[in-house]
């Protein structure tokens, strides 16, 4: 788990789950230590491993993005919180923030969802164990973002506003590295760089489209949740997904 070093100050983290990763981003310069996304509810001891073994504590985290409101992004942010000793501002698309606050229901922990994760226990602790869950993937948004804006962080992070997995889903670039951060917009499988999974993105149409924005930055590096980092002729490939 010592994570993907890009270059000094970004690093790719690799939390496992389910014979799987996750990857987490953490950028950081002398001022700043931003996490991008925050893994599922649990892995607060795995996440704090991989951030020492990066050499950046988790008591010196400053901020959160989070790209979007699934569980595997958001599902850590509750728990990160409460262990801090000072304030870590979390930071989301204008349109994510009521989901993320727990104002409004995720848009994919649906009943039948949380039936196949709960649908063992005998109905009142069902019941029980479902709220408790759900309550604890509510987090208080500090700052939100609309598309293009460019934040003074770390050399600075531009939001690019990217729909479709989900309403309020966010990429972030790095101008200083030529890295983008995908979320979920993009996955690496088999070491190739794709689109979103069709199974967990309600609007394909939309996501396809939010791919042809990504074709006007000068990336050099993709970091995607899924799958890790993709290096290999990317503007190439960014068009060729853009195109469909």
């Known amino acids: 788990?010592?994570?993907?070093?890009?270059?000094?100050g970004l690093k790719v983290l690799e939390i496992p789950y389910m014979g799987r990763q996750i990857h987490p981003t953490l950028i950081w310069d002398d001022e700043i230590v931003v996490l991008?996304?925050?893994?599922?509810?649990?892995?607060?001891?795995?996440?704090?491993?991989?951030?020492?073994?990066?050499?950046?504590?988790?008591?010196?985290?400053?901020?959160?993005?989070?790209?979007h409101q699934d569980v595997d992004h958001i599902g850590g942010l509750q728990e990160i919180l409460k262990v801090s000793d000072h304030k870590i501002e979390v930071i989301a698309h204008k349109q994510e923030r009521p989901f993320i606050e727990g104002e409004k229901p995720l848009i994919k922990m649906t009943p039948e969802r949380l039936a196949g994760m709960f649908g063992a226990l005998p109905a009142e602790k069902r019941k029980e164990t479902e709220a408790?869950?759900?309550?604890?993937?509510?987090?208080?948004?500090?700052?939100?973002?609309?598309?293009g804006e460019v934040l003074p962080y770390c050399g600075g992070i531009t939001v690019i506003f990217t729909p479709g997995h989900t309403p309020?889903?966010?990429?972030?670039?790095?101008?200083?590295?030529?890295?983008?951060?995908?979320?979920d917009a993009l996955n690496v499988i088999n070491g190739q760089l794709v689109g979103p999974n069709v199974e967990y993105t309600p609007d394909m149409d939309m996501a396809r489209k939010s791919l042809e924005k990504l074709t006007q930055y000068d990336i050099e590096t993709v970091i995607c949740y899924h799958g890790g980092v993709y290096q290999e002729n990317v503007k190439m490939r960014l068009l060729e997904l853009a195109k469909g």
């Not at 788990?1 to 000094?8: A, C, E, R, T």
């Not at 996304?37 to 959160?64: N, T």
């Not at 869950?133 to 500090?142: A, G, N, P, R």
């Open 168 to 183: 309020g889903h966010i990429c972030l670039y790095l101008s200083q590295y030529k890295t983008l951060i995908t979320g």
């Open 36 to 67: 991008v996304d925050a893994g599922f509810p649990g892995q607060l001891h795995e996440l704090r491993k991989a951030m020492d073994e990066a050499g950046i504590p988790l008591s010196k985290l400053s901020k959160v993005f989070i790209t």
């Open 1 to 8: 788990m010592n994570g993907i070093g890009i270059s000094k």
């Open 132 to 147: 408790r869950f759900l309550e604890s993937l509510k987090s208080k948004v500090d700052k939100t973002v609309n598309d």
